[in-house]
């Protein structure tokens, strides 16, 4: 990562109040970054407070401080009541488009001025400083830098979240945006007691049993297009009625269609109880999957990215979003 700039470094020190926010469905980068930044901030005399819409999912339960979250806007605008110009400061996390920071972003907003740090493709500008870099693994591997160029302390349960963090984003260190710079880090975070299994099983050897009945029948759904260049699956409501699980058990599915062979690109549509679609894009070529998703209004990586729509119906998104795909493979071949 490039060095963080001095201005952003001030404005950091300078406050003495920060609120943290990340965008909506938190995934194990958005809190584990949180969570570590929080505690890393507090270590150098901050008062913090980490909001989210919702409380955490029960996937995420077992990182460190999962439980100090507010979840009450009311309770946000008290915090930064009546605190001085330049004492209190709002820091976004893993967000690369305003509108991901959920229903109450306009308010969030109007608190005070706004960093932002991540690392997606920014298309979207926003906040009133930003250290975006695009390329760099993980928004953990960002806090982790900005923790040593702070001289602040991690502590071994900022540690574990940065590791989870890290290792969500990176697929555990499996994807392309694993470079030697996070391997070193990783190795930081384990001489500073994390023991990666003890992550690892939090994360992925965790299933509860309807997480599998679920996978059954998403599975079901699995169709081939472009001569099995492209894999899609489906969830609809009715299916989480059957296997008597939520959606968040769903977590990862969109990796199984990813791991055929001759697949460049996966996607995952789930319909969510409000109506709603929500589509998750990888890819495993040159395909980049977030310009797909930016069509519809959604973004990501070039390998991981994702979309949703609001009112029409999961048939008519999945030949829209299928469309576009075929159309940029017939473009690249
Ligand atoms: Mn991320």
Redesign the pocket.
Known sequence: MKAIPETILEIIRRAEKVVLLTHVRP?G??LG?AFALRDILEGIGKETLVFLEEPVSFLYAFMPGSGRVCTDIDEVKKFTSNCSAGSLLLVAL?VGDKDRLGRYQDELISLGPLLVI???LPYNVFGDYRLIEVGIS???EMVYELALALRATVTLPSAKNLFA?IC??TGSFRYESTKPRTMHIAADLLQMGVHPNEISSALYDNSRLPRLHLLKEVLDTLQLYADGRVAVVYLKDDMLNRAQAEMDDAEGFVEYPRSLRQVEVAIFFKEHKDGQVSVSLRSKSDFDVSEVARIFGGGGHRKAAGCRFRDEELAMVRERVLAAVNARLAAMD
């Open positions: 995934d980068d958005a970054s893993d991540d690392h997606h993980s928004t953990g963090a969500s984003d």
